[in-house]
């Protein structure tokens, strides 16, 4: 018959750890070295992707700088500012579906310099604000949409202030 104490030092007894030879050692040293490498050269491609997937969403955003804002009533209004500094819009109506965009889809030139501006924003409707690199924010208004005729103070720039590149965002609101 079995003595319960015989049991209880079986079952709490740490086991050995098998011998193993120098070279299995080495082997293991070597694989666990390159799993290690593995990692690390993972890291550095996610980092790589992340990097390549930011220049991409920048390179579209100074591609097209895209404000929304309101023109005519239940007309919409989509702005894009090029890198050469031309400032076009696109108008539609509803959403913002294919289907809904007037002129055919195509974009309507408002006109050239823009890129002069380090940002450009809508207030709302009728209201394009310019942020200089110097910190001199501007506005610009129109009546209707932002048709080249519209826009009021013969299309010049009114300027509000200076200072303002000490912020990092400035983006334009309106209430109903």
């Given at each position: ?23 299995a050692a080495r082997g293991l040293k070597h694989t666990l070295s390159q799993q290690k490498d593995f990692l690390q050269m993972k890291t550095v491609i996610k980092r790589r992707t992340a ?126």
């Amino acid at each position: 018959m079995l003595d319960w104490r015989f049991i209880f030092r079986i079952m709490t007894a740490t086991p050995k750890p098998p011998l193993v030879s120098e070279e299995a050692a080495r082997g293991l040293k070597h694989t666990l070295s390159q799993q290690k490498d593995f990692l690390q050269m993972k890291t550095v491609i996610k980092r790589r992707t992340a990097m390549v997937i930011l220049a991409i969403v920048l390179a579209l955003f100074t591609t097209f700088t895209l404000v929304l804002a309101q023109g005519l009533p239940g007309v919409q209004v989509l702005y894009a500012l090029k890198p050469s500094g031309q400032l076009s819009y696109y108008s539609y109506s509803g959403l913002p579906n294919p289907s809904n965009f007037r002129n055919d889809g195509r974009e309507r030139a408002i006109s050239n310099g823009w890129n002069m501006y380090s940002k450009v924003f809508s207030g709302g409707p009728g209201v394009l604000f310019a942020l200089k690199p110097s910190g001199q924010l501007s506005y610009y208004s129109y009546s209707g949409l932002p048709d080249p005729n519209n826009f009021r103070n013969g299309g010049q720039e009114r300027a509000i202030s200076n200072g303002w590149n000490i912020y990092q965002n400035i983006f334009g609101g309106w209430s109903l």
